[in-house]
């Protein structure tokens, strides 16, 4: 029992919390963006999240860590009249694996290996492999603050992105609360009671997925999406919740490049080096609705 406590709270470092202190070890979630443009208004992006989290604690209360994230996204844009249609589909595999070392009670660091398969599955394994790192040092300030520094880092296929990151876990009263890794993504919430909460949610995300299709044989998608949605949390039973989310996507882009060309180096909001030829149009924001699934577990 005393084994299982340890897991619950070192599990924190990388799993989603929510305001009853809860550890979502499961997660399946189903995305839809209304796009429009001026020549269609059926065009859209649906998507499809998973995402499980395997944790081992070791003799020293560290912890070996493992999660998975599997992620599809179909998308239809037709931007013009004459043009053809952007139409994607596209399957991200994130593998994250490694240690949560405790320094002592308050602090520990991480380091974890994050290799990536992002595909249309047309692609080879090889042209489709992408791998990247986290390195953060977090701090347990007191019970109701806690906060990490460090950075991500991937090899996409535009180039090097890196990404200066910071968490927070922030308690401001007992009902109103602040967690986020900044700038990935971030929730400010309110939770009147044990079984509802609902705030503000933002996240922004930038993946790239190699593809093979017939006449696009040397070329890669670069996805851009900055979303903005009120949510709320129900507590279903036992140990399972529904989110419910809606909002706007002030970014929601599939940019089409040439698998030569490259950028020096990405960084959130901003690209260094980057003189890359766009092969399509521009895609526009547009609003969403999205509805996941949660088991999460307590911490008591």
Do not use: C
Request: hydrophobic share 40%; glycine share 6%.
């Amino acid at each position: 029992m005393k084994k299982l406590f340890s897991l619950l709270i070192l599990v924190t470092a990388l799993s989603a919390l929510n305001a009853q202190k809860r550890i979502d070890i499961f997660t399946l979630a189903g995305n839809y963006n209304f796009m429009s443009s001026e020549y269609n208004n059926d065009n859209y992006e649906a998507a499809v999240m998973a995402n499980l989290v395997l944790p081992i604690v070791l003799k020293d209360s560290s912890i070996w860590y493992t999660s998975i994230d599997y992620q599809y996204f179909s998308v239809n844009n037709d931007t013009t009249a004459v043009s053809r249609k952007d139409d994607f589909n596209l399957h991200g595999i994130i593998f994250r694996t490694g240690l949560i070392y405790k320094l002592s009670s308050n602090t520990n660091i991480q380091i974890l290996f994050v290799p990536r398969y992002m595909t249309d599955f047309n692609a080879s394994f090889s042209e489709s492999l992408q791998l990247g790192g986290v390195l953060m040092f977090e701090k347990v300030k007191s019970p109701t603050y806690t906060y990490r520094v460090g950075v991500l880092y991937n090899q996409e296929l535009f180039g090097p992105y890196i990404v200066p990151v910071f968490y927070l876990d922030w308690s401001i009263t007992s009902k109103i609360k602040i967690t986020g890794l900044i700038p990935v993504y971030g929730k400010l919430y309110y939770q009147p009671n044990e079984n509802i909460s609902a705030g503000i949610h933002f996240i922004g995300l930038t993946t790239t997925y190699k593809i093979h299709e017939p006449g696009l044989e040397n070329y890669y998608v670069d996805r851009r999406s900055i979303d903005l949605s009120l949510f709320t949390n129900v507590h279903l039973f036992d140990n399972l919740f529904i989110e419910a989310r809606a909002g706007y996507s002030l970014t929601r882009d599939y940019g089409l490049f040439a698998e030569d060309d490259k950028i020096t180096l990405g960084l959130p909001l901003v690209n260094i080096g980057d003189d890359r030829t766009r092969q399509n149009n521009e895609f526009e924001g547009s609003p969403f609705v999205q509805v996941k699934l949660l088991y999460s577990l307590p911490i008591k």
